[in-house]
C-alpha cells in the first residue's frame, strides 16, 4: 500500500480504537462524532484489506491482523509526537508518559523513590510499567520501535552493537535465603547440606529454564526441592511466611517484607553468580532533552 493514498489522521483512529475497544469512546477520545469514526474505519478497512474490530456484544474485537498493526502504529504515532514537541524540556509542566519494562524485585527498589520525586518536580508525568517478558533479555524490537522507552534489568553484556541500545549499571542485586520467625528445622546459620535438604518456593520467568541457583547447584552435583514454582518476586515472602518453605530472593526484596511478615535472614551458602541490574534505552532518543531528563532522574533514584 503506497502511504501517500492514506490519511494518517485514520491512524490516530485506529489507535483510540484499539485503544478504548469502543466507537463511543474513540470518538470522544479523539474528538470526533461516533458517524466520523465509523466512517474512518469504513475507510481503514478498505486500505488494509482486513475488518480490523468486530462487534462481540459491548465491545470492539481486533483481528489478528489488527493485533499485529497496533504497536507499530503506537510507536508511530509517539515518535510523531516527539518530532513535534517545542525544543527544550519543562518537568514541572510535562504530561509525558514513559514506557518501562521490569521486574517486580526492580519495582519495589526504583518506584518508590521514583514517584515522590515525581509527585514534587513533575506531577504531570506518568509511567507506565510492563514486565520484562525474558529475564536476562532485552526487549530490543520495543526499543527499536518506540514501544518502550526504557528497559530495567539483569540484561546479559556487552549489547550487541548492531541494536542501537546504550546502558547504564545501576546496582548489583545480593541474594540471601529467607524462613519464617521459629522455622522448626534451621538453628543459626543456614549449611549448603540443610539448604538442600528443606523444601524451596522459587521464581522462574516463562522459557527461562533453570534458576541461577539450581544452576550453581547442577554444577556441584546437588539439587535443591522445588516445591513451589512462582512466576513474581513479591509473592515467595508471603508463602515463606506462612509455612516452612525457605526461598532465596534478592535482599532488597527480603528487606522490604521481612520485617512485616517476621522473616528471618540467613547468608546464602552457595555462591550466586554476580548480576548487575541495568537501565538500557535506544540511541534514537539519546539526545531527547525529555528522555535524558527521565533515564537521569532513574540514574539518581539509586544513589
Keep these: 500500500m503506497n502511504i501517500k493514498t492514506i490519511d494518517l489522521n485514520l491512524l490516530v483512529v485506529f489507535?483510540?480504537?484499539m485503544t478504548e475497544?469502543?466507537?463511543?469512546k474513540a470518538a470522544s477520545s479523539v474528538g470526533l462524532s461516533q458517524p466520523a469514526v465509523s466512517n474512518a474505519l469504513a475507510r481503514?478497512?478498505?486500505?488494509l484489506g482486513d475488518k480490523l474490530f468486530?462487534?462481540?456484544r459491548r465491545t470492539m474485537v481486533p483481528t489478528p491482523r489488527a493485533l499485529e498493526l497496533a504497536p507499530e502504529i503506537a510507536a508511530a504515532l509517539n515518535h510523531l509526537?516527539?518530532?513535534?514537541q517545542p525544543s527544550g524540556f519543562s518537568p514541572e509542566s510535562s504530561k509525558a508518559t514513559f514506557r518501562?519494562?521490569?521486574t517486580d524485585e526492580v519495582e519495589t527498589s526504583l518506584f518508590p523513590a521514583l514517584m515522590r520525586t515525581l509527585q514534587v518536580s513533575a506531577p504531570g508525568v506518568s509511567v507506565s510499567c510492563s514486565r520484562i517478558q525474558g529475564l536476562y533479555s532485552v526487549p530490543r524490537r520495543d526499543l527499536e520501535s518506540g514501544v518502550l522507552d526504557f528497559a530495567l534489568g539483569s540484561f546479559s553484556q556487552p549489547l550487541p552493537v548492531e541494536a542501537g541500545l546504550s546502558f547504564r549499571e545501576l546496582y548489583e542485586?545480593?541474594?540471601v535465603c529467607i524462613a519464617r520467625a521459629g522455622h522448626p528445622a534451621i538453628k543459626g546459620s543456614l549449611s549448603v547440606s540443610k539448604f538442600c535438604e528443606l523444601k524451596h518456593v522459587a521464581t522462574f520467568y516463562p522459557g527461562a529454564g533453570p534458576g541461577l541457583v539450581d544452576r550453581v547447584l547442577a554444577e556441584r552435583g546437588l539439587r535443591r526441592d522445588v516445591t513451589l514454582s512462582l512466576p513474581h518476586w513479591l509473592s515467595v515472602p508471603f508463602v515463606v511466611a506462612q509455612s516452612d518453605l525457605i526461598a532465596t530472593v534478592p535482599e532488597s526484596v527480603a528487606k522490604r517484607m521481612g520485617d512485616y511478615l517476621r522473616l528471618q535472614r540467613f547468608k546464602c551458602p552457595i555462591s550466586v553468580p554476580r548480576l548487575r541490574v541495568s537501565l538500557v534505552w535506544h540511541l534514537r532518543t539519546q539526545q531527547?532533552?525529555?528522555h535524558r531528563w527521565f533515564r537521569e532522574l532513574v540514574i539518581d533514584c539509586w544513589k
Excluded: E, I
Design 15 to 17: 489507535h483510540s480504537l
Design 21 to 24: 475497544r469502543s466507537v463511543t
Design 44 to 47: 481503514l478497512r478498505s486500505h
Design 54 to 56: 468486530v462487534r462481540s
Design 81 to 84: 509526537r516527539a518530532a513535534l
Design 100 to 102: 518501562l519494562a521490569t
Design 173 to 175: 542485586p545480593k541474594f
Design 288 to 290: 531527547s532533552d525529555t
